[in-house]
């Protein structure tokens, strides 16, 4: 018996090792038949032939499925799998299927490249992914050395994609999101703001810089920077009693929404702070994510900036919402839109190109001559730096003290 | 004046949070000489169970907080459990070393085996709101009812568990143990019933300081004990491990060393200040502020 005992112990150890060390192959799984033979090889090679007819496309996802942000993980999972059932049904792509293999980054930089280098190695040369700029950023390297093309649809850091490489975006940049809400700051009369942001983090830390060199530009005055070190932190207290000491009315907070939520808002206005607190794309997802039972009026006077609007009245806009809905029984948030963007940006690159080739879709892609249109907007990348070019929402939350609701406040589409 | 009172408060708000889960590492310590890593995540299971009770106390109409002691239940049988299942057969095979890697292995089995449950999973869970807002107004600046209570329970709990090892017969049989194993069998002690039963104490210290937790900072995931344990951890070493005041006076130093190097010197740079401190103090006074040096028994 203590024999038995100490020998299930062992392996529940091996099995926590194990679990820790392999956890990307683990992780890795094929929603279709895997179809690693069928896709070409990453064009290590690029005079090999491209991939013969009727085998099926095979599109790799990197998405954080479990750990902090795995809202957004499925957010990417349900907008693919809904994006793909609809190609397949329709014929699918130049007349192959597409096959979708789903990997987890667990919102990790290392577990990405781990996740990446598990789609490689299956032969994948399209990737959708990953969601944040943290783990998309660990990745980049690899996808251009790998000549793999790989189009996020929401890490918004300037640093993701460069001139002339196989890194694209469905989103708009950090230095357009940040400079959005200075440009929102300026027009609604500010001009003493504030600044509490992530020094650790590629998103938070991107957008405060951004936001920073937009302000300067729009004459904004920044009179306070407060940062935290991690984004396990708990207490915002100190920073927001810097924010009013400071006298300031509008205070910059690019922060996910697992810390809006249950923190900052709340303990912002604690500490006395009454302004507005303005975010980003992060924020999408805070009403689920407030405290019942606490005075949720803390929650007005928040804006952020986001990507699309569910109840926008365009017909793509309103038919991408009935399917999701139908299909998912809730409403699509912006990185389910820009995921699904993602996935028909490649059907119309796969199409231009006559090819599923990563080298022949990297240039279909990078054509400004491809304009797509899509439930975020209809772009074009006509920047070299595989950056679309599009508009943003405005969005605020109210409350009346029970629950939190989210409201379009102003579409913008270009800065003046 | 009212940024160091503001500075103080959030301080304390840390510290006592700190102080509460030292308690509980030190007990543990104090007894078995084990440092208890999964002690932590006995704190996420405390806060998963509230998460899960706290609907149920809803809709009898009790207070939220009365589900701590579904808390306080589930806690101890895990507690006893993982003594059971890991940490006595390693025990009795290996050596100190071995015991604590087992620590870390559960601590790390924990966070993944609740994440595979499907009813936590991956996602965050933000907990209800538990004790009503407000408390005490110092030049406009407020100090928690919540806060005020979590320095009060630690310090009863502190002198209860002072008392208790002291004064009751488990309690000087858990010091006996602690002092000599073999001389603690030949007094007639049953040596593993006093460990089980320290952990049960141990653990059910997890699911307090998970409700005031929960009561401050109203966020539930899977790897929340592993930061947290971290700091309550240092906490009870720069206090003086196994020593239970000394958990206490540690975790207010933390927590007000956090808080004042985010006011005066640096927001990002709290942490480092944190272990700084550890450092230096472990450098004048290795066994900790209130520890004592001892010469190893032979």
């Known amino acids: 018996m203590r024999k038995l005992i100490s020998l299930l112990l062992v392996l529940a150890l091996a099995m926590s090792v194990v679990a820790c060390a392999a956890t990307a192959p683990a992780a890795t799984e094929a929603t279709e038949a895997p179809a690693a033979e069928a896709t070409e090889a990453p064009a290590a090679d690029a005079t090999e032939a491209p991939a013969a007819l009727n085998e099926p496309i095979t599109l790799g996802v990197i998405s954080p499925n479990t750990g902090a942000l795995a809202v957004y993980g499925a957010a990417v999972t349900n907008a693919v799998d809904l994006a793909v059932s609809e190609i397949n049904a329709a014929g699918g792509i130049l007349g192959q299927q597409v096959n979708v293999i789903k990997t987890d980054d667990q919102f990790d930089p290392a577990e990405t490249l781990n996740a990446f280098n598990s789609l490689v190695s299956q032969g994948v040369g399209l990737i959708v992914g990953s969601v944040t700029s943290g783990c998309t950023s660990a990745i980049t390297g690899a996808a251009n050395e790998e000549g793999v093309v790989l189009l996020t649809p929401s890490a918004t850091a300037d640093s993701i994609t460069t001139a002339d490489d196989y890194v694209f975006r469905a989103c708009y940049a950090d230095s357009f999101q940040g400079a959005i809400a200075a440009y929102y700051a300026k027009s609604a009369g500010y001009t003493d703001v504030g600044v509490v942001y992530c020094a650790a983090d590629t998103y938070s830390k991107g957008l405060y810089d951004s936001f920073a060199a937009a302000a300067a530009t729009y004459g904004l005055n920044i009179k306070a920077v407060e940062s935290t070190a991690s984004l396990d932190v708990q207490d915002y207290t100190n920073q927001f009693a810097s924010m009013v000491s400071s006298g300031v009315q509008f205070v910059y907070a690019p922060y996910y929404y697992d810390v809006i939520g249950p923190y900052i808002v709340t303990q912002a206005r604690a500490a006395g702070y ?12 805070t009403p689920d994510y407030v405290v019942e039972g606490a005075d949720l009026t803390a929650f007005n006077n928040v ?30 948030n912006a990185i389910s839109a820009l995921a699904y963007d993602a996935v028909y940006m490649y059907k119309l690159a796969i199409e231009n190109a006559g090819s599923a080739e990563p080298a022949a879709v990297r240039d279909a892609l990078a054509n400004p001559a491809t304009t797509f249109s899509g439930v975020t907007g209809t772009f074009a990348f006509n920047d070299v730096t595989g950056t679309p070019s599009k508009g943003a929402v405005i969005l605020s939350f109210a409350s009346d003290g029970t629950s939190v609701t989210t409201k379009l406040v102003d579409v913008i589409k270009e800065l003046k | 004046m009212s940024t160091f009172l503001q500075t103080l408060f959030v301080g304390l708000r840390l510290g006592s949070i700190y102080a509460l889960v030292a308690l509980g590492y030190t007990m543990v310590y104090g007894i078995i000489r084990l440092i208890n890593f999964a002690h932590g995540d006995f704190i996420m299971v405390g806060g998963y169970t509230m998460i899960f009770t ?8 009790l207070p939220l907080w009365v589900s701590v002691f579904l808390a306080i239940l589930v806690c101890a049988l895990v507690g006893m459990a993982t003594e059971l299942v890991a940490y006595r057969p390693v025990r009795k095979k290996g050596t100190s070393m071995t015991a604590l890697i087992t620590a870390i292995a559960v601590s790390l089995l924990l966070e993944n085996l609740a994440q595979a449950i499907p009813q936590i999973g991956p996602n965050p869970k933000v907990a209800n709101k538990i004790f009503a807002a407000g408390g005490i107004r110092i030049a406009n600046v407020t100090l928690d009812w919540t806060t005020i209570l979590t320095i009060c329970i630690s310090v009863i709990v502190m002198v209860i568990l002072y008392q208790f090892t002291q004064k009751t017969k488990i309690g000087r049989a858990m010091r006996c143990v602690s002092e000599d194993k073999p001389a603690s069998i030949l007094m007639g002690i049953n040596v593993n019933r006093t460990i089980v039963t320290t952990f049960a104490i141990g653990s059910s210290l997890a699911a307090i300081a998970a409700l005031m937790y929960i009561a401050q900072y109203p966020k539930v995931y899977t790897t929340m004990g592993s930061i947290l344990g971290l700091k309550a951890f240092v906490a009870a ?23 004042f190097t985010t006011s005066y010197v640096s927001s990002s740079m709290a942490d480092a200040f944190v272990f700084l401190i550890l450092i230096i103090v472990l450098i004048i006074k290795p066994a900790g502020i209130l520890g004592k040096n001892m010469g190893e028994k032979v």
Not at chain 2, 54 to 61: K, Q, R, Y
Not at chain 2, 237 to 258: N, W
């Open chain 1, 274 to 285: 009454t302004g507005i607190i303005m975010g980003a794309d992060g924020y999408d997802g």
């Open chain 1, 303 to 332: 804006y952020w900036t986001n990507h699309y609007d569910p109840t926008d009245t365009d017909p793509l806009v309103q038919k991408f919402v009935a399917a999701y809905t139908a299909m998912w029984g809730s409403t699509p």
């Open chain 2, 54 to 61: 706290v609907p149920v106390m809803i809709a009898l109409g």
């Open chain 2, 237 to 259: 070493v720069l206090g003086g491990i196994g020593i239970i005041p000394g958990a206490m006076l540690g975790g207010f130093v933390i927590g007000l060393v956090e808080s």
